[in-house]
C-alpha cells in the first residue's frame, strides 16, 4: 500500500499545492519562487526517498516570510495525511549530517503531539532571498501540522548555506527512518496508548 497525499492551502497571501509519497525514490518537483528553498526542498526529497510535488505562489513583492511559512505548514499537512493512523511505523528516527564544515543532528517522534526545539546560530542575516530566522520558523511550522516532536540543531558550522544545507537532509533521513514501516509491529499503532491522533 502506498502512503500518499496530495493536499493544498490557499489565502490571501499564498498558494501551495503538493502531492506526497512518503514510499518514493526521491524525484522532485518543486517551484515555490524562492531558489534558495526550492535547493533545500530538493535536497529533502533526496535524501529522505519522498517522491514530493510542490508548486507555490505568494506574495513575494512583500516577502518570503508567507511563502517560506505556508510551504512548511502544507509539507507538514501532507506528510500528516499520509502517514493516516501511524500503524506499523517506527514512529522515532534521527540522523546527524555533515556538509563541509557543519554538522546538524534532527530527531524526530511522529507522536501525534507537535513540539519543535531548533538550536542554530546563524551567521548572517540571510541565504539567497531568505532570512535565516525563517529557517528555523520553516522547521517550527513542519512540526506544527505534521503532529510531531522535532528536535534540530546545528552542532557547528561557519557557513549559512551549509548549515542550512545539513539540517534539512538531517530533517529528511530522520523523518525516512521514523515513517518506515517495521513488519514486527504487524499494523500496530507504536503508543502505549494505542493511538497517536
Same mark, same amino acid.
Given at each position: 500500500?502506498?502512503?500518499?497525499?496530495?493536499? +493544498?492551502?490557499?489565502?490571501?497571501?499564498?498558494? !501551495?499545492? #503538493?502531492?506526497?509519497? $512518503?514510499?518514493? !525514490?526521491?524525484?522532485?518537483?518543486?517551484?515555490?519562487?524562492?531558489?534558495? $528553498?526550492?535547493?533545500? $526542498? *530538493?535536497?529533502?526529497?533526496? *535524501?529522505?526517498?519522498?517522491?514530493?510535488?510542490?508548486?507555490?505562489?505568494?506574495?513575494?513583492?512583500?516577502?518570503?516570510?508567507?511563502?517560506?511559512?505556508?510551504?512548511?505548514?502544507?509539507?507538514?499537512?501532507?506528510?500528516?495525511?499520509?502517514?493516516?493512523?501511524?500503524?506499523? #511505523?517506527?514512529? #522515532?528516527?534521527?540522523?546527524?549530517?555533515?556538509?563541509?564544515? +557543519?554538522?546538524?543532528?534532527?530527531?524526530?517522534?511522529?507522536?501525534?503531539?507537535?513540539?519543535?526545539?531548533?538550536?542554530?546560530?546563524?551567521?548572517?542575516?540571510?541565504?539567497?532571498? #531568505?532570512?535565516?530566522?525563517? $529557517?528555523?520558523?520553516?522547521?517550527?511550522?513542519?512540526?506544527?501540522?505534521?503532529?510531531?516532536?522535532?528536535?534540530?540543531?546545528?552542532?557547528?558550522?561557519?557557513?549559512?548555506?551549509?548549515?542550512?544545507?545539513?539540517?534539512?537532509?538531517?530533517?529528511?533521513?530522520?523523518?525516512?527512518?521514523?515513517?518506515?514501516?517495521?513488519?514486527?509491529?504487524?499494523?500496530?499503532?507504536? +503508543?502505549?496508548?494505542?493511538?497517536?491522533?
Amino acid at each position: 500500500m502506498m502512503r500518499l497525499a496530495e493536499f +493544498s492551502r490557499k489565502t490571501a497571501e499564498t498558494e !501551495v499545492s #503538493i502531492a506526497l509519497n $512518503l514510499d518514493g !525514490v526521491g524525484r522532485a518537483e518543486i517551484n515555490t519562487g524562492l531558489g534558495f $528553498l526550492d535547493h533545500l $526542498l *530538493h535536497n529533502f526529497a533526496l *535524501h529522505g526517498l519522498f517522491d514530493l510535488r510542490l508548486q507555490a505562489q505568494g506574495d513575494l513583492h512583500v516577502d518570503p516570510h508567507h511563502t517560506v511559512e505556508d510551504v512548511a505548514l502544507v509539507l507538514g499537512s501532507a506528510f500528516d495525511r499520509a502517514l493516516g493512523e501511524r500503524k506499523g #511505523i517506527l514512529r #522515532i528516527g534521527d540522523c546527524f549530517t555533515p556538509m563541509d564544515e +557543519s554538522l546538524a543532528h534532527v530527531v524526530v517522534d511522529l507522536s501525534g503531539r507537535p513540539y519543535a526545539v531548533v538550536q542554530v546560530e546563524w551567521k548572517t542575516p540571510s541565504v539567497g532571498q #531568505i532570512p535565516t530566522s525563517l $529557517l528555523t520558523h520553516f522547521l517550527e511550522s513542519f512540526a506544527v501540522t505534521a503532529r510531531c516532536n522535532l528536535h534540530a540543531r546545528v552542532l557547528y558550522g561557519r557557513d549559512d548555506h551549509h548549515q542550512a544545507e545539513a539540517l534539512f537532509k538531517a530533517l529528511a533521513r530522520a523523518l525516512e527512518k521514523a515513517t518506515r514501516l517495521d513488519p514486527r509491529r504487524a499494523e500496530r499503532v507504536p +503508543s502505549t496508548k494505542g493511538s497517536l491522533v
